[in-house]
């Protein structure tokens, strides 16, 4: 079993529509909490980050963390079809360290 | 934000030669970077942890015999594939962690490797 699990996707949305995409972990040592998204070919680019539990909201980005439930949720509202990319959770036990990532899921977002 | 480099963004080599990526924090120092391998539509994998000034931390079943990693100073790391083969094709990237008040790990554009 992977530490960190996502669903691979691919995951359809009309522009416009809120993304709900989330992970589960095994782990209960991790402590950070990173939302990635990766286009083709780049690297990751972070999104959003959060020490244990909580809400925390940027722009359209919502991130929700649940360590009781090991589970963490990222959610894009007013999707754009420029949001179309893989998005990575990632996560670590301590500050500056070695990240472990889910498999990503891929999104897509249709005009 | 902090910005990682990576040189080459892409290489294309034959079977049997060595292979070296560079790594470089432009505008921060990192005392530790990280190198990734991501195969095509899989997730990132982490290789090992580079530490300035000491040796690297190969995460278990990488060959740190082949793939040797020096840290050569606060600003660069490096990644040499030695002898490589097909099968080490892939996406090779790195990042450093910030030192700002976030815990953020930069992640630089990452170097497409293709062994013939």
């Known amino acids: 079993q992977k530490e960190v699990e996502q669903d691979p996707g691919p995951l359809s949305v009309p522009e416009g529509a809120i993304v709900s995409l989330n992970c589960t972990y095994s782990?209960?040592?991790?402590?950070?909490f990173m939302w990635y998204r990766q286009y083709s070919r780049k690297g990751p680019e972070l999104l959003m980050y959060?020490?244990?539990?909580g809400n925390k909201e940027d722009g359209r980005f919502t991130a929700q963390v649940d360590k009781s439930s090991k589970y963490i949720s990222l959610f894009i509202r007013d999707s754009q079809p420029s949001d179309s990319a893989t998005y990575l959770c990632a996560m670590s036990k301590a500050a500056g360290n070695k990240l472990t990532f889910g498999g990503g899921t891929r999104v897509l977002v249709k005009p | 934000g902090a910005v990682v480099s990576q040189h080459p963004s892409r290489v294309i080599c034959k079977s049997g030669t060595s292979v070296k990526i560079e790594c470089r924090s432009l505008d921060f120092q990192a005392t530790t970077m990280f190198w990734y391998r991501q195969f095509p539509k899989q997730s990132l994998m982490l290789m090992a942890t580079s530490n300035e000034g000491s040796k690297a931390t190969y995460e278990q079943g990488v060959e740190k015999d082949k793939f040797l990693i020096n840290h050569a100073s606060l600003t660069l790391s490096t990644l040499t594939v030695t002898s490589a083969h097909p099968e080490d094709s892939s996406f090779y990237i790195c990042s450093a962690p910030g030192r700002g008040a976030v815990d953020e790990q930069f992640f630089g554009p990452g170097t497409r490797l293709t062994v013939l």
């Open positions: 959060t020490y244990s539990s």
């Open positions: 782990n209960s040592a991790f402590q950070y």
